[in-house]
Structure formats: C-alpha cells, structure tokens
C-alpha cells in the first residue's frame, strides 16, 4: 500500500443533505419540517412552551421583594481604611466621609453612601461621619480612640 492508494472506506462518507430543493429531492417543500405556521419558521423558539401544560415558570411560587426605595451603601472594612491611612491616602486630621474615602481610592463612587465594617484592625485614631456602622466596628474605632458619627436614617445593624 502507498500513500496514494489511501481511500476511505466504501460507505464510510455521504453527501449533506441539500433541504429544501425540490419534490425530487425528497426533502422539498416543507423541508423537512412538516408545517405550516410559526414552528415552520426559522429563528423561532417557543420558550417555555410544554404544549399548553401550565409551564414550570409559572407553576413554581413567586419569591422575594425588590425594595423600591432601597439604600445602596458601600461596605468597607476598618482594616482597608488603616491600609489607606498608612499609604498616606486618608488624613487623619480630618473627619473621614464618604468624599474622602473616593478621593483616597477607597470606595470607587459615592453611591448612597458608606457603612463601616469590623473586618480587620484599626490602629489610626479617625472620626467617621457615615451612613452605617456595624458594632464590631464601632468597637473597634472606639479602641482606637476615634469616634462614629452616622448621618441618615440607617441604624447601627
């Protein structure tokens, strides 16, 4: 045997079958698809259609509840605010805000405002004036000798 001898197997590759062409083809007409009407159309799906049984989206109970009035508040933890403080970012002279805490590159936008969180350890003494403390995180400020002013409705949680 030589290379040029190399041939498939007989029967081992067919022509595609071209849908569509004609009755003598055997796949005219409809090609293939037996109907008439939205099923024999392309780039149709009927999504979630189980043949008129109640689809499983609407069997299953609806769950929770997007508050319309939401408070979005960024978290940041005490420890990235020491990070910012000892890389000379945030001033510890001056009250700590949600303004300050963008300009250090802390939190990347205002949004709603800011809630402090206890992950990590605070050494710098800093006054807070944010939306939003969490208890271990007054605590640990407190231990530092700074001291939590909140602004707005949103209580300590």
Known sequence: MKLNE?????GSTKNRMRV??????G??????????????????????FEGGQMPLHRRLPKRGFNKPNAIDLNE???????????AGKLDQAAPVTVE???AAGVVSKA???VKILGVGELKAKLSFQVHGASKSAVEA???AGGSVTLLGAVAQA
């Open 141 to 143: 400020i407190e231990k």
């Open 111 to 113: 949004r709603d405002g």
């Open 27 to 48: 796949k005219g007409k409809t090609g293939g698809r037996g109907v008439k009407g939205q099923k024999a159309r392309t780039g149709v799906a009927i999504k979630g």
């Open 6 to 10: 190399i041939r498939d197997n007989e």
């Open 76 to 86: 940041v933890n005490v420890g990235r605010i020491q990070q910012a403080v000892e």
């Open 20 to 25: 569509g062409r004609g009755i003598g083809s």
């Open 100 to 102: 300050s805490l963008v």
